[in-house]
């Protein structure tokens, strides 16, 4: 049932190439004066690249210099203001939201690394009913913000949800989730570990597929037990992926919005803000886009450091492993 | 690998299931959830779980009513679209990558890496003002435009690095006919990298047509609305049938959850593919 996943990777790790230079270069080599021919294949994505990221990366982080409201054509020129305003405790709300995208990160990377492992783990092998559940699994990964926002909001709902219910049918006192500050952020948590835990599950069970069976079998001869070989055997394999999905789970931490901003739009009381929610909530609810292109060039500044420090990670993991 | 025969083995996978069965339970629950709410006829039994008084009619009755079937034309162009571009410029520049070694290329590489890590909210400021002074409010290209751009890096490299794997001897024999470029790229790369096109067309099939964000800001007129923006579309107009709110997002749900059940297989292998890679 994952064999063609197998064959496949087996395949990849014959043969890493990638990040090797291409040999035979002689066409490129000949014609070193005029531009390479391998420009004209490049240059139709770069084109829509150039257009529709790199333009706007760069306006920006030069309409964060401006004061405008997006409906007049009149832009001041303010400077560093809005960076003042937001770094110098004149915006409250702008700490709040570092300090939940943070929060987001540390939280929701390591519970679907944990649960995308643990799943993986219990998959791995000749388990009955193993493609259902590997399907039930990973099917939240496919579903769309709006759906996933909707029937969560239903779960809880603070008047009749199911986790409210369940919560009353137990002997507890209804919970408001998403309404208090207090747990809004820890229920959001929770729908983030739902949706993608599968998709690590399913990137780990890959990785499992390459680890030589003989490994297990010689751990089990020696007289290890079943959580030792998981300990000893399972999780310094993977590793790898591990760096990998850390890197996918920080970008997409820092890419979260759509779930949160249907469910809560950020409150109660900026408790679930996060950084992408106020950049859109400047620029077209509060009509500041000056405002929230600073806001914006922050979390670009922010999501390139964690970028550099974990593809470091990476490269020394790969080393390591070795 | 006899390990089903060893006891030891068979209580292991009985603390599986264990562990599993809850699990996949509440894994199922919003979706069922969802469904449920869908087939009831009254607000009062949306969480009911009697098995009686199951009906199709809010899926029915929200069909007819409302603009959903416009809306789904509407998510297929977009998603299409981009996939198709997405695969085409995407392997054209992979080919290019891999097949010549040129001055500039770590550059080009460097450069769609960013567009990886890129949120798409850090740069919504501009892409809305683009898309306002190029006069492309409610006009597919608006969403086709930047979800090609915010899918390329992805495409680009997971391209580039199939075509690197393809043996040099390959393109040797291709020379040695005098073929051109294009046509080695087309007859014989972009078909050997089946599985990298399988891949992107998943990524960015999902991508597309999941999008909110950018559909919500930029088709507004009634007319150009992806399916996403159905709940908010219709929520008033259903504002006191709370089946008929349910019958619309399962509407909106059971599309992609049976194209997914249907080809479950080619969506692990492609997305397992692209991971190792």
Redesign the interface.
């Given at each position: 049932?994952?064999s063609?996943?197998g064959l496949?990777?087996r395949?990849?790790e014959r043969?890493p190439?990638?990040g090797?230079?291409?040999?035979?270069?002689t066409?490129?080599r000949r014609r070193r004066r005029r531009?390479?021919?391998?420009?004209?294949?490049?240059a139709?994505?770069?084109a829509?690249?150039a257009?529709?990221?790199?333009?706007?990366?760069v306006?920006?982080i030069r309409?964060s210099f401006y004061d405008y409201d997006?409906i007049s054509p009149i832009r001041d020129w303010v400077g560093l203001d809005n960076y003042r305003e937001m770094l110098g405790g004149l915006d409250p709300y702008f700490w709040k939201a570092v300090t939940n995208t943070l929060l987001w990160t540390v939280v929701t990377v390591p519970a679907q690394l944990l649960i995308g492992l643990g799943?993986a783990v219990?998959?791995d092998?000749?388990?009955?009913?193993k493609?259902?559940?590997?399907?039930?699994?990973?099917?939240?990964a496919?579903?769309?913000?709006?759906?996933?926002a909707?029937?969560?909001g239903?779960?809880f709902n603070p008047d009749?949800g199911?986790a409210t219910?369940v919560i009353r049918a137990t002997g507890g006192s209804g919970q408001a989730w998403l309404a208090e500050p207090g747990t809004a952020i820890w229920a959001a948590f929770g729908v983030s570990a739902?949706r993608y835990s599968?998709?690590f599950m399913?990137?780990y069970?890959?990785?499992m597929q390459?680890i030589p069976?003989d490994l297990y079998?010689s751990a089990r001869i020696d007289g290890a037990s079943?959580w030792q070989r998981v300990r000893r055997i399972t999780v310094p394999q993977v590793r790898p992926?591990t760096v990998?999905l850390t890197l996918f789970g920080v970008?997409g931490a820092?890419?979260e919005?759509?779930v949160v901003?249907?469910l809560t739009r950020g409150g109660p009381a900026h408790a679930t803000d996060l950084?992408?929610?106020q950049?859109?909530d400047q620029?077209?609810d509060l009509s500041r886009?000056g405002y929230?292109?600073a806001i914006?060039?922050a979390?670009?500044v922010l999501?390139?450091i964690c970028?550099v420090v974990l593809l470091r990670l990476i490269s020394w993991a790969n080393r390591s492993v070795e | 690998m006899n390990r089903t025969t060893s006891r030891v083995a068979a209580d292991r996978l009985a603390w599986s299931h264990l562990a599993l069965l809850p699990l996949a339970v509440l894994w199922l629950l919003p979706i069922v959830l969802l469904l449920n709410g869908a087939v009831r006829t009254s607000t009062a039994d949306i969480f009911s779980v009697s098995p009686s008084g199951l009906t199709l009619e809010n899926l029915i009755a929200v069909w007819r009513e409302t603009d959903l079937l416009r809306m789904f034309v509407n998510s297929t162009i977009v998603t299409v679209a981009s996939v198709i571009a997405v695969v085409v410029l995407g392997s054209l520049a992979g080919f290019g990558l891999a097949y010549y070694r040129f001055r500039g290329s770590g550059i080009v590489l460097l450069v769609l890496l960013s567009g990886i890590m890129l949120a798409p909210a850090a740069i919504i400021v501009p892409l809305y003002e683009l898309i306002l002074d190029l006069g492309m409010l409610n006009t597919y290209p608006a969403l086709v435009g930047p979800y090609t751009a915010l899918g390329m890096a992805a495409s680009v490299l997971l391209y580039r690095n199939a075509f690197l794997a393809l043996p040099n001897e390959l393109r040797e024999a291709a020379s040695l006919d005098g073929a051109g470029s294009f046509r080695i790229y087309l007859r014989m790369y972009l078909p050997l990298a089946r599985t990298a096109t399988v891949t992107i067309a998943i990524l960015q099939g999902l991508a597309a047509w999941n999008d909110y964000i950018l559909a919500l800001l930029f088709m507004t007129d009634g007319k150009h609305e992806t399916v996403q923006l159905a709940f908010i579309a219709f929520q008033g107009q259903y504002f006191s049938s709370l089946p008929k709110q349910f019958a619309v997002m399962a509407i909106v749900m059971l599309p992609v959850l049976i194209i997914f059940l249907v080809a479950q297989r080619a969506f692990v292998s492609g997305l397992s593919a692209g991971a190792v890679k």
């Amino acid at each position: 049932m994952t064999s063609s996943v197998g064959l496949d990777t087996r395949a990849k790790e014959r043969k890493p190439v990638v990040g090797t230079p291409t040999t035979g270069t002689t066409p490129a080599r000949r014609r070193r004066r005029r531009p390479s021919p391998g420009w004209l294949y490049v240059a139709p994505a770069l084109a829509v690249f150039a257009v529709f990221v790199a333009y706007p990366i760069v306006a920006t982080i030069r309409s964060s210099f401006y004061d405008y409201d997006g409906i007049s054509p009149i832009r001041d020129w303010v400077g560093l203001d809005n960076y003042r305003e937001m770094l110098g405790g004149l915006d409250p709300y702008f700490w709040k939201a570092v300090t939940n995208t943070l929060l987001w990160t540390v939280v929701t990377v390591p519970a679907q690394l944990l649960i995308g492992l643990g799943l993986a783990v219990l998959l791995d092998g000749a388990l009955r009913g193993k493609v259902v559940y590997r399907t039930v699994f990973f099917m939240p990964a496919v579903l769309s913000s709006a759906v996933i926002a909707f029937a969560w909001g239903w779960i809880f709902n603070p008047d009749e949800g199911v986790a409210t219910r369940v919560i009353r049918a137990t002997g507890g006192s209804g919970q408001a989730w998403l309404a208090e500050p207090g747990t809004a952020i820890w229920a959001a948590f929770g729908v983030s570990a739902w949706r993608y835990s599968g998709l690590f599950m399913l990137f780990y069970l890959a990785a499992m597929q390459m680890i030589p069976r003989d490994l297990y079998e010689s751990a089990r001869i020696d007289g290890a037990s079943w959580w030792q070989r998981v300990r000893r055997i399972t999780v310094p394999q993977v590793r790898p992926m591990t760096v990998l999905l850390t890197l996918f789970g920080v970008i997409g931490a820092f890419r979260e919005f759509e779930v949160v901003y249907i469910l809560t739009r950020g409150g109660p009381a900026h408790a679930t803000d996060l950084l992408s929610i106020q950049i859109y909530d400047q620029a077209f609810d509060l009509s500041r886009p000056g405002y929230a292109a600073a806001i914006a060039t922050a979390l670009l500044v922010l999501t390139a450091i964690c970028a550099v420090v974990l593809l470091r990670l990476i490269s020394w993991a790969n080393r390591s492993v070795e | 690998m006899n390990r089903t025969t060893s006891r030891v083995a068979a209580d292991r996978l009985a603390w599986s299931h264990l562990a599993l069965l809850p699990l996949a339970v509440l894994w199922l629950l919003p979706i069922v959830l969802l469904l449920n709410g869908a087939v009831r006829t009254s607000t009062a039994d949306i969480f009911s779980v009697s098995p009686s008084g199951l009906t199709l009619e809010n899926l029915i009755a929200v069909w007819r009513e409302t603009d959903l079937l416009r809306m789904f034309v509407n998510s297929t162009i977009v998603t299409v679209a981009s996939v198709i571009a997405v695969v085409v410029l995407g392997s054209l520049a992979g080919f290019g990558l891999a097949y010549y070694r040129f001055r500039g290329s770590g550059i080009v590489l460097l450069v769609l890496l960013s567009g990886i890590m890129l949120a798409p909210a850090a740069i919504i400021v501009p892409l809305y003002e683009l898309i306002l002074d190029l006069g492309m409010l409610n006009t597919y290209p608006a969403l086709v435009g930047p979800y090609t751009a915010l899918g390329m890096a992805a495409s680009v490299l997971l391209y580039r690095n199939a075509f690197l794997a393809l043996p040099n001897e390959l393109r040797e024999a291709a020379s040695l006919d005098g073929a051109g470029s294009f046509r080695i790229y087309l007859r014989m790369y972009l078909p050997l990298a089946r599985t990298a096109t399988v891949t992107i067309a998943i990524l960015q099939g999902l991508a597309a047509w999941n999008d909110y964000i950018l559909a919500l800001l930029f088709m507004t007129d009634g007319k150009h609305e992806t399916v996403q923006l159905a709940f908010i579309a219709f929520q008033g107009q259903y504002f006191s049938s709370l089946p008929k709110q349910f019958a619309v997002m399962a509407i909106v749900m059971l599309p992609v959850l049976i194209i997914f059940l249907v080809a479950q297989r080619a969506f692990v292998s492609g997305l397992s593919a692209g991971a190792v890679k």
